[in-house]
């Protein structure tokens, strides 16, 4: 086993396990967020676009929290944003200082779950970019044709 390094010498502060929760809290954030705009803006608008309106109203008849969310479609992506943009700063910038603090016995299991980390941001980014798109870009790009 290696000997722990302190900051002062080059190595990574170990993460406390409030560090690490912090981190686990950022990344649901981020991806629940992300889906959130799906659900709020940009799925109902597809739906409409595509001819399922009558699916749409019976969701929203059902669920009709989504109308409210819908109208405040603003201030929904400015905190998906948000919680993307903070979890991107802890996979990228963060993290890779931890790796050092990782126990050897456990580098496969550290090195997967920071791939996994990485591929769930990815995908929280494509989730909440179509979602942008359908929400704000579909629409003025089908009135100008």
């Avoid at 799906?38 to 929290?65: D, H, I, K, R, Y």
């Avoid at 050897?104 to 996994?116: F, G, I, S, T, V």
């Amino acid at each position: 086993m290696r000997p722990e390094r302190s900051p002062a010498q080059g190595g990574a502060p170990a993460p406390s396990d409030a560090t690490a929760r912090l981190g686990r809290k950022v990344g649901y954030l981020s991806l629940f967020a992300s889906v959130g705009t799906l659900v709020c803006c940009a799925l109902p608008s597809l739906f409409v676009l595509l001819g399922f309106g009558a699916a749409v109203a019976a969701v929203l008849s059902t669920a009709p929290w989504l109308v409210t969310l819908s109208r405040h479609k603003d201030w929904v992506f400015a905190v998906a944003a948000v919680g993307l943009l903070a979890n991107a700063y802890v996979t990228w910038r963060v993290l890779p200082r931890w790796a050092e603090a990782c126990p050897a016995d456990a580098r496969d299991a550290c090195e997967r779950a920071r791939r996994w980390g990485r591929a769930t941001l990815i995908a929280s980014f494509a989730v909440y970019l179509a979602g942008f798109f359908v929400a704000y870009l579909l629409g003025p790009l089908l009135e100008a044709t």
